[in-house]
C-alpha cells in the first residue's frame, strides 16, 4: 500500500531511522538524456496544500511521479503522468538504493517540474526520514538540477529520501492544479547496498507498497 498522505510519515520514519542507525554501525527532457539516473520507486509522503478544493482529485495522485518522466504535454488531464504540491504541498519519495553526491560541481539531484507556469520548489534529503536538509531550490524550467556536494552530501553519504516542497505564492494562483507540478525525480550517484542495508531497507520499502 502506498502512502498517499502525510499522516503516517513520522512513524515510518521513526522505524527506519531505527535501522540505519543500526546499518551506521555495521516541460522535460527525453529520458534517454539522463541514462543511468535511478528514478524514484515509492512515495514516502504527500501532503497537499489544499486551496479549497484544488488541486483537484486528478492532480493529486503522487505515483504519477514516480518512474522517468512520462509528460506527454498534455496542461488539463483525466490520466495525468504528474502530481500537484498544491500551495506548499510537499511530496517525498524513495529510491531502491542509497545516493549521494558525486564529488563535483555536477547535479546529483533531478527534478522535473512541467506546465505552462514554472513554479519552485525547496529541495531536502534525509537518511532516515526524520531529520531532513535543505540542499537547494529547483528553479528551472522543465528539469532542475541540485548539486548536493555543496551542502556536505560527498561520495560517502547513504541518502535515501528526498522531499519537494512547493514555495507557496509564486506561479499560477487559480486552476485545478495549483503548485508544482512533479514528473520525475531522479538521483544520478547511486551506490549498490551492502548486506545490511539490503536487509532494512528491503524491510522498510515494503511499508511503502
Known sequence: MRLTTGSLELGRGLVFGLLITMTAATGMLIPETAAGTEWATDVAGYAPGMVDDTPTAPYRDPSNALGAPDYDGQGHCTDCTFV???RGGSLTV????????GGTTSGDILVYEIGPSVEHTYVQVSVDGISWHSVGTATADSYSSINIDDNGFGPDARLYFVRLIDIADQGQQTGTNLGADIDAVGVVNTHAPT???QWTWGGIRALYR
Do not use: K
Request: charge should be negative; glycine fraction near 14%.
Open 84 to 86: 500537484s504540491l498544491g
Open 94 to 101: 524513495t529510491f531502491s538504493v542509497p545516493f549521494s553526491g
Open 195 to 197: 548486506p545490511v542495508e
